[in-house]
């Protein structure tokens, strides 16, 4: 300040100083509030820097909250993946097990139809043939009661030859004039009834012709299955099948090898045989030769 | 590899087949057979067997009594035996069960059964 603004300064009226000393004192309380004012803003501030860090943590704890749901998520799909992928390996294992064991089923049928043509062939004692035949109804079909009848040369009577378990009537030679064993006896035909299903008193469930060629030769009449078998198989059929032709070829072989003296005995006559059956199929072949060769 | 050794026993050469068959279904199996029970005893004295089928109704001696010859045997006391009846002969089956048998088939019979039993009696 130079010397003449302290001269004015000092020189100033009483008001003009009252003023300024009313200035200053303003001035000191302004700066006063001021700072005051600064001091809560800065507090206020602080406080909200915390609820801002407090957030922020809040924040980064979901974030990391929500990595882990994510996380969840796919180790969830990857399970359900896992899980549809060992349902498919369940069902094509059920399907292969369903598989299989229809193959076993078959296998087992086609063991039994072997074992049963097998047999059948494997003798040509009369009385072999028989009890295998009737093995077969017991042990392949499952037969409780049943009986083999033979048909006479003039196809008019059937003549029981073998017979087993219960049966609704004495063993007897009947007549073939009506009835389901004449029918069968007269067609060729098998009668294979529902096991379950009513039936007249003393009608077989099953008439079964063993024929060779259109001759039926003998018949068995089923009257009764095994308690447990409660209807028919698939394989049974084809055991009827087997039995009705087998059967009767064994029957017929079995009787005239009865009259020979052993197995080569039983084929001294092949060659006469052989020569008369192509004699016969040139005959037939050359309807106009007049019977020459 | 375990092998196992099974005497058949059964007169039927129909059903004797079919059991053969299934057990030849069975790896490592070798099968000898019997039409009769004294048939079987005389195969029992000369193999050791780890399985013994045998049927119920045999002529001349049946499987009641073979059951109750191999379990009066030292050596084949606590062989498996497994018995062939049907349905209807409850009692002969029970009285073979109570014999000793080990476990029963019955008539018809089928192969898968015939190997399920096997492989249960050898624990295979």
């Not at chain 1, 000191?28 to 943590?57: F, G, P, Y």
């Not at chain 1, 994510?70 to 359900?80: A, K, N, Q, Y």
């Not at chain 2, 009692?91 to 190997?115: C, F, H, N, W």
Request: hydrophobic content about 45%.
């Amino acid at each position: 300040m130079s010397a003449k603004s302290k001269a004015a300064v000092q020189e100033a009226p009483g008001d003009v100083r009252h003023q300024r000393e009313e200035f200053v004192r303003s001035f000191l309380h302004k700066s006063a509030e001021l700072t005051e004012e600064l001091i809560r803003d800065n507090q206020t501030m602080e406080e909200q820097l915390v609820q801002l860090r407090e957030e922020n943590e809040a924040l980064r704890a979901q974030l990391a909250s929500n990595d882990v749901v994510r996380e969840l998520r796919t180790i969830i799909e990857r399970l359900e993946r896992e899980q549809q992928e060992l349902l498919q390996c369940s069902n094509e294992l059920a399907l292969y097990q369903r598989r299989q064991a229809d193959t076993e089923r078959e296998l087992n049928d086609l063991a039994s139809l072997y074992v049963a043509s097998f047999q059948l062939s494997s003798t040509l004692s009369i009385g072999r043939v028989v009890k295998h035949m009737g093995e077969l109804m017991e042990q392949l079909v499952g037969a409780q009661s049943f009986v083999l009848y033979l048909i006479t040369a003039d196809g008019k009577r059937g003549i029981p030859v073998s017979a087993q378990g219960r049966l609704p009537a004495a063993l007897a030679p009947i007549a073939l004039e009506d009835g389901p064993l004449a029918d069968a006896s007269l067609t060729g035909v098998a009668r294979i009834h529902d096991p379950a299903a009513p039936r007249a008193p003393g009608e077989p469930i099953a008439v079964l012709p063993l024929q060779f060629g259109s001759q039926v030769v003998a018949m068995f009449a089923v009257y009764e299955l095994l308690p447990h078998k409660c209807a028919w198989a698939k394989v049974d059929r084809e055991l009827f099948k087997l039995l009705s032709v087998h059967g009767a070829t064994a029957l017929i072989a079995a009787n005239l090898y009865a009259k020979e003296a052993g197995p080569r005995a039983a084929l001294h006559d092949v060659l006469i045989h052989l020569e008369a059956e192509r004699h016969k199929q040139l005959l037939a072949a050359e309807p106009d030769s007049g019977g020459e060769l | 590899m375990t092998s196992y050794a099974c005497l058949v026993v059964e007169d039927s050469p129909m059903m004797r087949q079919l059991i053969v068959f299934a057990l030849s279904r069975i790896k490592n199996m070798t099968v000898t057979e019997a039409d009769d029970g004294i048939v079987g005893l005389k195969k029992l004295a000369q193999t050791n067997f780890d399985l013994i089928i045998t049927d119920i109704n045999m002529p001349i001696m049946d499987g009641l009594k073979l059951v109750r010859k191999i379990r009066s045997d030292e050596r084949h006391k606590d062989v498996p035996v497994i018995v062939i009846t049907t349905e209807g002969s409850r009692e002969d089956r029970e009285r073979a069960m109570a014999l000793g048998a080990s476990a029963y088939i019955t008539k018809p019979i089928q192969a898968p059964q015939v190997i399920e039993t096997v492989k249960e009696l050898l624990k295979i």
